[in-house]
């Protein structure tokens, strides 16, 4: 860290005030989200006015997403966690390191998941809960996702790793260029050149390769603090090691996510069509709320990794206290604004009456416990951000695996359709109670080092 930006970086990132630098780190991070998931909320829009089928289908492709998603994340979040805490220690080499070699495990991956995917798409859009008449519309829209494999998997990585330094503007500019770019391609190819699901599809495939390129451009003109180069790749295994188990934690979360994503489907299917599209359109509803939540929360993990390393933990835990209270009073202000508004919001992707009904229920079922998920997901990223990949292993694994999933194969055999919806809610409270233990404890260690 020798050249006067870098310098004044580092300077920022441990010395300005916290509230004003995890807010400031937190917007660009925070429109990112919110362009990222009203894309996504545009693609199940456009796709609903299709058919019922085609609306079911972006449900299923969901789980595919989130699968390139999560090794895209694992190596993001494993070398963002490593490359912040090398330059807070002011190893601009090492930083580099973890750089390239996060870029070239993704790069394989993203390559080898859309291959597998595109040879075998049929049965795993069956195993991933698609009725007979869904299973056409599904297969036309992951054709494209798996093509898009690599820019997925890239994509993540490049926009964690500069977030990690703390240059959240640039990963937003990638982000949100490649969503407003999807949500103008898909009209005009699903209905202008009447290409239907398969433009919905190609649209998200064209824009993740654009993204991409747009978050190449600070690495490929120098602005960032680490360096990209086949020279940086690490030849150590330790290396390696170090950032898949970091990382660790983001692949279960993401990869539970996907299974849960698919779990549902699963579980609704007896219900119909209806039920699996109302489902499709509340998980997208839910990601844009708790888009502002996290968006605000992934400002904080620079800061927490760049001070970590520079070995200031009291503004470690400034920050996550901070971030705490105000992702919870975000959350308390937006769940009341949705639950007053639930059925209008699901009415506008589709009409149907069980749709509505089912959609509204889920939906406010989640508003009534969204309060809690601050808490349990900064939890997360704290220990994932300082190094103590353990921990967040554990706290990644609770929400989905020990809560989320067996509930919702327990309480529809009990409770029905409301079984599906009250699942979700009551998952978010006991990982927030399981967390809290977890983050006192901490909380006490950072003061011991001080």
């Not at 490649?178 to 824009?207: C, H, Q, V, Y």
């Not at 209270?325 to 009409?351: E, Q």
């Not at 951000?385 to 989320?404: D, E, M, N, W």
Request: charged content about 10%.
């Amino acid at each position: 860290m020798e050249n006067k930006n870098d310098l004044a970086h580092f300077n920022r990132m441990t010395k300005e005030r916290i509230p004003k630098l995890v807010i400031t780190l937190g917007i660009p991070t925070t429109i990112s989200m919110l362009i990222t998931n009203i894309y996504n909320m545009a693609d199940t829009y456009f796709v609903s006015q299709i058919s019922l089928s085609a609306s079911g289908a972006t449900g299923i492709v969901f789980s595919v997403m989130c699968i390139l998603q999560a090794f895209g994340f694992m190596f993001g979040h494993g070398a963002g966690s490593n490359v912040s805490r090398s330059l807070g220690a002011k190893n601009k080499e090492r930083a580099s390191m973890f750089a390239s070699t996060s870029f070239m495990l993704a790069l394989l991956t993203g390559s080898l998941i859309g291959i597998f995917g595109l040879v075998f798409i049929e049965p795993l859009m069956l195993l991933l809960g698609s009725t007979e008449t869904i299973l056409p519309e599904a297969i036309k829209y992951a054709r494209f996702i798996f093509i898009s494999g690599p820019a997925m998997t890239l994509g993540c990585v490049l926009n964690n790793i500069l977030r990690y330094e703390g240059r959240a503007t640039y990963a937003m500019f990638g982000l949100t260029a490649g969503g407003i770019l999807n949500m103008f391609m898909d009209p005009i190819l699903i209905f202008g050149l009447k290409l239907g699901t398969t433009g919905a599809g190609l649209s998200t495939a064209i824009s993740q390769y654009i993204s991409l390129l747009i978050l190449l451009y600070p690495y490929l003109k120098g602005i960032s603090s680490s360096e990209l180069s086949i020279k940086n790749v690490s030849k150590d295994f330790k290396d390696y090691k170090n950032i898949i188990y970091t990382g660790s934690p983001s692949l279960f979360r993401q990869s539970l996510n996907s299974i849960t994503s698919a779990t549902l489907n699963i579980v609704a299917k007896p219900f119909g069509d209806g039920a699996i599209a109302a489902m499709s359109i509340v998980g997208r509803c839910s990601n844009l709320i708790f888009s502002t939540a996290l968006g605000v929360a992934q400002g904080f993990q620079p800061v927490a990794a760049f001070n970590y390393g520079s070995r200031d933990y009291k503004r470690v835990k400034e920050a996550a206290s901070f971030t705490m209270l105000f992702g919870t009073i975000l959350m308390v202000v937006i769940g009341t604004v949705v639950y007053l508004n639930a059925p209008l919001i699901v009415s506008m992707f589709r009409k149907d009456i069980d749709v509505i009904s089912i959609g509204s229920m889920a939906l406010r079922y989640i508003c009534l416990s969204i309060v809690l998920l601050p808490f349990s997901s900064i939890s997360n990223m704290l220990f994932q951000s300082v190094g103590k990949s353990g921990r967040a292993l554990f706290l990644a694994i609770t929400q989905s695996g020990l809560f989320h999933i067996p509930l919702l194969l327990i309480l529809p055999r009990i409770l029905g359709v409301k079984g599906i919806a009250l699942a979700t809610p009551i998952a978010y409270i006991l990982a927030a109670i399981v967390a809290l233990p977890f983050t006192l404890s901490f909380f006490k260690e950072l003061k011991y080092k001080n």
